[in-house]
């Protein structure tokens, strides 16, 4: 069974871009999360989508959006880079509604210079 | 809002030695689940141990074991047998029906030779 997948491996950026990434849950998952994991730290929750609606978002500023497909595969856009979003942004994948074990992917590594 | 404590930033083991982790943690639900995940210096992220809190007796998988004290909304991980691929970050996790997960801060495991 294939795990959660991320997209890409590694984000080179400017300020002031955009930049996407993406993320595939396992297969008969319905919710994804997203972290954002700076050097070193804990994981600071971003969103939870669950059945294509955004289910909760993290305390980030509006720059910080996402959504999910139908096939629920998920993406998160990050507008007007900024030096600080710099980090290791992680997707999870579980069963619906929380509660169970959430399976994480490797990360993208978004570099912002 | 639920919270996640981890009171150690940073732990040692002598290999072959045992050590425990610390978490406490903060809900004013009755049915939750508790975690251990552990992040590697390769960064993929992977359960340890679940706990769920209906349940009295304390988890167990091979030569890790959880100390969970409802009561007091502990929830330690006891290491036995160290080994060098236990080297790594350690972060403690709730979740209940509904809700996000919430992640502890982490703790920094070395296993000293």
């Known amino acids: 069974e294939a795990g959660v997948t991320q997209s890409p491996t590694h984000l080179i950026k400017t300020r002031g871009q955009q930049a996407t990434l993406r993320c595939s849950p396992i297969?008969?998952?319905?919710?994804v999360y997203w972290y954002q994991q700076a050097l070193g730290l804990g994981l600071q929750f971003l969103l939870w989508y669950d059945e294509g609606e955004e289910r909760n978002r993290g305390n980030f500023p509006p720059r910080f959006s996402g959504r999910q497909f139908p096939n629920y595969s998920s993406e998160l856009n990050v507008n007007a880079l900024e030096l600080e979003d710099s980090a290791l942004y992680l997707c999870?994948?579980?069963?619906?509604?929380?509660?169970?074990?959430?399976?994480f992917g490797p990360g993208t590594r978004l570099t912002v210079l | 809002a639920q919270t996640v404590t981890q009171s150690q930033p940073e732990m040692s083991v002598q290999e072959a030695e045992t050590v425990t982790l610390s978490c406490t943690y903060d809900t004013s639900e009755s049915d939750y689940y508790l975690f251990w995940y552990k992040q590697p210096p390769s960064r993929q992220m992977i359960l340890v141990i679940r706990q769920e809190a209906y349940k009295q007796q304390n988890a167990t998988e091979n030569r890790f074991s959880v100390n969970f004290q409802k009561a007091a909304k502990s929830f330690s991980l006891k290491i036995s047998d160290s080994q060098l691929g236990d080297a790594a970050m350690y972060f403690c996790a709730y979740s209940s029906y509904g809700q996000n997960f919430v992640f502890g801060p982490g703790t920094r495991l070395s296993v000293l030779p």
């Open positions: 297969s008969g998952h319905t919710s």
């Open positions: 999870a994948s579980s069963l619906a509604l929380a509660l169970n074990e959430q399976f």
